[in-house]
């Protein structure tokens, strides 16, 4: 038998993937399909404030959180939507690597607001959202 890198090599077996070893952070996830926003905005919490909207779904198990991002045209023409998703993601990346979410689905929705709010205002928004809608 030859040591292959992907096998584990006491049983033959691949190694399990790193979100389900013990200790190891877990990944957030994303929502994609129309059908889970739909989902997340007729079932879950929402939590609004200055610079963005917070959905908020409880989940059934432990699993990472599934983050989705949304900003309509009435924020401005698509280069300025997807800088504000752009501001979203990253502020979101940021928060839940700090205080890592399971166990929620997740959908932040861009303002006008958030495309010129300054970042960590941003990143507090999103803090406070996460609190009034009960997931943190």
């Known amino acids: 038998m030859t040591d292959h890198p992907m096998t584990d090599t006491s049983t033959g077996a691949a190694p399990l993937p ?50 989705g991002f949304t900003v309509t045209k009435k924020v401005g023409n698509a280069v300025i939507r997807n800088r504000t998703r752009r501001r979203l993601k990253e502020a979101a990346r940021l928060l839940l690597k700090d205080h890592p979410v399971t166990g929620f689905d997740l959908v932040l929705i861009g303002r006008n607001h958030t495309r010129g709010r300054p970042f960590p205002a941003l990143q507090d928004d999103i803090r406070r959202a996460l609190k009034k809608a009960g997931v943190s």
């Not at 610079?51 to 990472?64: F, H, K, N």
């Open 18 to 67: 790193a979100s389900n070893q013990p200790g190891a952070t877990t990944q957030p996830g994303r929502l994609k399909q129309r059908s889970e926003f739909l989902r997340v905005a007729a079932k879950g919490r929402k939590a609004p404030t200055h610079g963005v909207v917070l959905q908020a779904l409880p989940r059934d198990d432990a699993e990472a959180v599934r983050l």
